[in-house]
């Protein structure tokens, strides 16, 4: 069978960075470290004033269509997964085409475009739509370009306005790719939840404490499907594995439930025993209540115990390093989270072909997926292609009265808001303005 998976890869942050230990924490009168060390967050990322979604996800996709040497006659569809949408009818996906055609001078007229909302698993949720068209024999031998862009704002004063972020992760999914293969199989933990929503309303409504216990519920119940049709899973079968990075403190949680899960019954546990005793059967306790504080008790141990903290060095550390500097992306979190992976591994001169990552999408609402990948030939060369480490450097470092301008000129309810833009754009697409029927209306800047 033909592999299928994801061939290239492209990033675009907003150009305007917070830095939250810095400057945040001091403004709220807060400890640096519950940033750095506690949610595990350096920088947010922010649109400057002539971005959007639209913007960034069409550069992302400009870039990885150059550097790809493809045209628009090379993609049969176009997917856009996202949560900040402004339209209720028009996709997102039509005004990135229509920005990429102006620069390509070639249409997109015969893509199939849709626009994707499952909160932040809707990037993998694309990913899989492409996965399945090119399967299905429908692609006509053409690539599909799947793009995740959110901008990720909290209303002033929320508790998870530390966490936001903005950005975009263009992916090509085709056939023989060059990065990593997807796995027919996979798995899900879903349930209606009410954790993090927005009825008609920009800034989401939040139920902190509820959405890490769903978070965790959900990742636990895709895993436990993922190996009832594939394999049971051990720590030791995954390089790196990539999970949904709202904050990196969450991952922190997930992982630990992930390795407590993999390291059952085998020689891993036999390992720790001494040290932490075995993990809790359901059998050997009366109550539910008593089971679950023994499985807390015994989480408690197993973080501190030096095979773990080895194995999330190697397997999951690498996964945050793009994340601690740009905050949530929503849609595009989890694939900031492989591509950190990966950039982490060529710089190390680490060689992954034919190793695995497990994938861990989530969103609110909610849904988990989990599913493998597979590394390909020719990895190291699709990433040595990026240049996020630039972007990153080129931000404007804001102030925090800056910040509180650039919020209100992204809050649709402040309307427009006099402030003169940060940066100068180059070599690009920008948002202009409104059209006569209040359509947003974007153009190339060279």
């Known amino acids: 069978m033909t592999p299928v998976g994801i061939d290239a890869v492209e990033i675009w942050t907003g150009k305007l960075q917070l830095n939250l230990p810095e400057t945040f924490a001091p403004a709220k009168d807060e400890d640096p470290d519950k940033y750095r060390k506690g949610i595990g967050l350096e920088h947010s990322s922010f649109p400057d004033l002539y971005e959007d979604i639209v913007t960034m996800g069409a550069n992302a996709a400009k870039r990885l269509m150059e550097r790809r040497g493809l045209t628009p006659e090379d993609i049969g569809r176009i997917d856009v997964a996202t949560e900040s949408a402004f339209d209720n009818s028009k996709p997102v996906s039509t005004y990135i085409a229509g920005c990429l055609e102006q620069y390509f001078e070639a249409d997109f007229r015969h893509a199939n475009k849709g626009e994707r909302k499952f909160a932040c698993v809707a990037g993998t949720q694309s990913i899989d739509d492409a996965y399945n068209w090119i399967r299905a024999g429908r692609n006509r031998g053409r690539a599909a370009l799947v793009i995740a862009t959110d901008t990720a704002l909290y209303a002033r004063g929320d508790p998870g306005e530390a966490t936001q972020g903005a950005g975009a992760v263009a992916m090509l999914v085709d056939e023989n790719p060059d990065l990593v293969e997807i796995s027919t199989e996979q798995g899900y933990g879903s349930m209606d939840e009410t954790d993090f929503l927005k009825p008609n309303q920009q800034f989401p409504s939040v139920d902190g ?74 059998d050997e306790y009366t109550s539910w209540d008593g089971y679950e504080e023994a499985i807390r008790d015994y989480m408690d141990d197993l973080k501190g115990t030096d095979q773990y903290r080895a194995w999330y060095d190697k397997a999951i550390e690498p996964t945050l390093g793009i994340s601690r500097h740009v905050g949530n992306w929503y849609t595009g979190s989890v694939h900031i989270a492989r591509i950190a992976a990966l950039k982490y591994a060529a710089a190390n001169d680490r060689d992954l072909a034919g190793e695995k990552l497990l994938v861990g999408s989530y969103g609110s609402g909610a849904q988990a997926e989990i599913h493998a990948e597979t590394v390909q030939e020719g990895w190291r060369e699709e990433i040595a292609g990026l240049n996020v480490d630039a972007q990153l450097d080129a931000r404007y ?31 690009e697409f920008v948002f202009t303005g409104w059209g006569r029927m209040n359509e947003r209306k974007y153009e190339y800047v060279e």
């Open 209 to 282: 404490k509820r959405s890490m216990q769903v978070y965790l519920s959900r990742m636990r119940e895709a895993v436990e499907d993922f190996e009832s049709v594939a394999w049971d899973m051990h720590p030791d079968d995954f390089a790196y594995i990539p999970f949904h990075t709202p904050f990196p403190g969450m991952v922190r949680k997930a992982a630990l439930l992930g390795y407590r899960h993999m390291s059952r019954d085998t020689e891993i546990e036999d390992e720790l025993a001494g040290e932490i005793g075995r993990q809790p059967r359901r």
């Open 397 to 427: 470092d804001l102030s925090f009265e800056e910040y509180e301008t650039v919020h209100d000129s992204h809050n649709y309810d402040k309307g427009s808001v006099d402030v003169e833009e940060f940066t100068s754009p180059d070599d």
